[in-house]
């Protein structure tokens, strides 16, 4: 089984509609992230999280909404999902560490495509 | 703002050919240095991390250099094989900040038989 898993791993849905991604990890890291992914660019982070009760804005947070719900879980929602929305998403998890900063262990995605 | 550029976009090699990949950035202070392979449709997985005091890290066929005053990096793959088919994505983590990370937007490879 995946050490980090995400759900759905596609879907297609209309503007407006409130969509949820899910993440879960048997890692036992405490920080987790929600990334996207865009053809030809770089991975933008979207929220993050260094602890149950820690929840962190990223770069493009705009229109997305997180809970982390528990050390394991951690979930992304849209609560009206607009076309630009459309695009691959990773979670990732990493230890907490020193200067040296954690590894990252991403899941496998989720395609989400808003029409 | 910080930066990290990744070339070439994409190449296409031969099987059994080496080849090399460049990153430049621009991150300042600068914390530690990343290469990750993207299989068509995975999520990235990490091949190396490098900080400042390390100028080269290998991983199996796969070398990654650092020269931290030019603030550039390189990726080598010795021997290619078809599996190496993916993008190569370098990330850069900037010192305090909560190592906050800025991804380039990655090298696609074809490795060709």
């Known amino acids: 089984d995946a050490d980090v898993t995400q759900t759905p791993r596609n879907r297609i849905t209309k503007t407006g509609k409130r969509i949820m991604l899910e993440c879960s990890q048997t890692k036992g890291h405490d920080r987790m992230y929600w990334y996207r992914q865009d053809p030809g660019l770089g991975l933008r982070l979207i929220y993050y999280s260094f602890d149950v009760k820690d929840i962190n804005k990223g770069e493009i947070s705009d229109g997305y909404s997180v809970s982390r719900q528990a050390q394991a879980k951690f979930s992304l929602s849209l609560e009206s999902a607009i076309p630009n929305q459309t695009a691959l998403y990773f979670c990732?998890?990493?230890?907490?560490?020193?200067?040296?900063?954690?590894?990252?262990?991403f899941g496998e995605g989720s395609r989400l495509t808003v029409l | 703002k910080n930066q990290v550029e990744q070339s070439p976009q994409s190449l296409i090699i031969l099987e059994g050919k080496n080849c090399t990949l460049q990153?430049?950035?621009?991150?300042?202070?600068?914390?530690?240095l990343r290469w990750y392979k993207q299989d068509t449709g995975r999520g990235p997985v990490s091949l190396t991390i490098?900080?400042?005091?390390?100028n080269t890290k290998s991983n199996g066929r796969y070398t990654a250099t650092l020269d931290a005053d030019t603030k550039q990096s390189s990726l080598h793959i010795t021997a290619s094989q078809l599996s190496d088919s993916a993008s190569y994505i370098c990330v850069v983590s900037e010192q305090a900040a909560g190592n906050k990370l800025t991804f380039g937007g990655g090298t696609r490879v074809l490795v060709k038989p």
């Open positions: 490098m900080t400042f005091s390390e």
């Open positions: 990732a998890t990493s230890e907490a560490s020193g200067s040296a900063g954690g590894e990252l262990f």
């Open positions: 990153c430049n950035y621009t991150v300042s202070p600068f914390s530690n």
